[in-house]
């Protein structure tokens, strides 16, 4: 008979039972050991909103020619300003000349953005401007005019521009309104936050017009009384003088300075020859007399103002090809040449606080006063090489 290699019942009932008691063990085993638990995870947060503060300060080079010796002056400490008498209430502090009403000179400073397109020139209103900021905008291939006006009174002001970081420099200076035709949402965020009075033509379209004829760059326009009646309409009209300028009829002595060419872009080359005739600054651009259409007088200053500021490269895209913003740095101090009876002083512009003019003092720590009249500060790049001679 054949051996049958099938297990019995009670052999199988053993092995399975010994199977059983084995998988227990490796089972209690296997959940002895320590697991790990999950790590946790902390949500995500919301990203707060950007301050858009500029990228770090990189100094735009534009050296306008291969030899340019142009350095900022080193740092030095504040000067104290020598105390003067109360001014006249006649006088303005802005140009220094008397009027004859002087509730004009306790008005609010009009600080309006001129554009400087050659297309569009000659320019309205530009030559009636106390005072006169010009600067390179983005892409370098333009300037543009923050023009001051207090007890002028321009029937026309045209073009009006957007507004640039610059604003926020210049307009607190005087308590000034800011007259402007819009501006990048960046900027316009800034402004905003700003405490001086705001006048966008976006948000304020009553005070300012168009006028045909002209493209985009060139037909928005407004008049010094259309702005002032919005102001008093709204409120918004002051009835205190500012801080201003010292000022001294007196020639003073030092280096010869009947020409100066300032190397703007080369749409916007600047010249301002002496008159000693007029004793003013005849300005031109492009070589050609630069005229104010209202009057159609060639422009003239009696001060002109060479005001070395670094020039940083910003974040904040201004135009549709991607041109970014121009932080010109008007804080501390730098160097500065005041250039006045054909004659210029080498020196240093003082920031004492961003509410006042910024002043002018020589080497030897003294105010420089300008020539009653009015006054062009050309804003420059640290490595500009202006001709003075």
């Known amino acids: 008979m054949t051996q049958n290699h099938l297990l019995t019942a009670p052999t199988r009932n053993y092995i399975l039972g010994i199977v059983s008691v084995a998988i227990l063990v490796a089972l209690v085993a296997c959940g002895s050991k320590q697991s790990s638990s999950p790590t946790s995870q902390a949500l995500p947060t919301k990203t707060s909103r950007p301050t858009f503060t500029p990228l770090p300060p990189t100094v735009l080079s534009v050296t306008a020619t291969p030899n340019s010796t142009a350095t900022p002056l080193p740092a030095t400490p504040t000067p104290t300003p020598t105390p003067t008498a109360t001014p006249d209430p006649n006088v303005s502090p802005l140009t220094g000349q008397r009027v004859d009403d002087p509730s004009l000179l306790k008005r609010r400073v009009l600080a309006a953005r001129i554009g400087n397109d050659p297309e569009i020139r000659p320019q309205e209103g530009l030559g009636e ?41 210049i307009v607190p200076q005087y ?23 705001d006048l966008d033509e976006y948000f304020n379209p009553q005070p300012y017009g168009i006028l045909e004829g002209y493209d985009w760059r060139g037909r928005m326009y407004t008049s010094v009384e259309s702005i002032r009646a919005y102001l008093r309409q709204k409120g918004l009209e002051k009835d205190a003088r500012i801080e201003g300028y010292p000022f001294d009829a007196t020639p003073p002595t030092g280096k010869v300075a009947t020409a100066i060419q300032i190397p703007y872009p080369q749409f916007c080359v ?11 600054y005849l300005r031109s651009a492009q070589g050609v007399p630069h005229l104010d259409a209202l009057t159609d007088q060639q422009i003239a200053a009696e001060n002109v103002i060479i005001f070395y500021a670094e020039h940083r490269a910003t974040d904040i895209v201004e135009d549709s090809v991607g041109s970014t913003a121009i932080d010109i740095i008007m804080t501390g101090s730098g160097r500065a040449q005041v250039c006045r009876d054909g004659v210029v002083t080498e020196g240093k512009w003082v920031q004492s606080s961003p509410d006042k003019p910024i002043l002018y003092y020589n080497a030897a720590d003294e105010l420089i006063p300008l020539k009653p009249g009015k006054t062009w500060i050309q804003l420059v790049p640290l490595d500009y090489d202006v001709k003075i001679n």
């Open 129 to 169: 401007a106390d005072i006169v900021y010009e600067e390179i905008m983005d892409g370098w291939t333009v300037t543009r005019f923050t023009a001051l006006y207090l007890d002028s009174d321009a029937e026309r002001i045209r073009p009006i521009r957007s507004a640039r970081l610059s604003g926020l420099s």
């Open 175 to 197: 308590d000034a309104a800011y007259v402007h035709s819009g501006a990048s949402d960046e900027i316009r965020w800034r402004i905003s936050q700003a405490s001086f009075v």
């Open 270 to 280: 600047v010249d301002w020859d002496y008159d000693a005739t007029t004793g003013c």
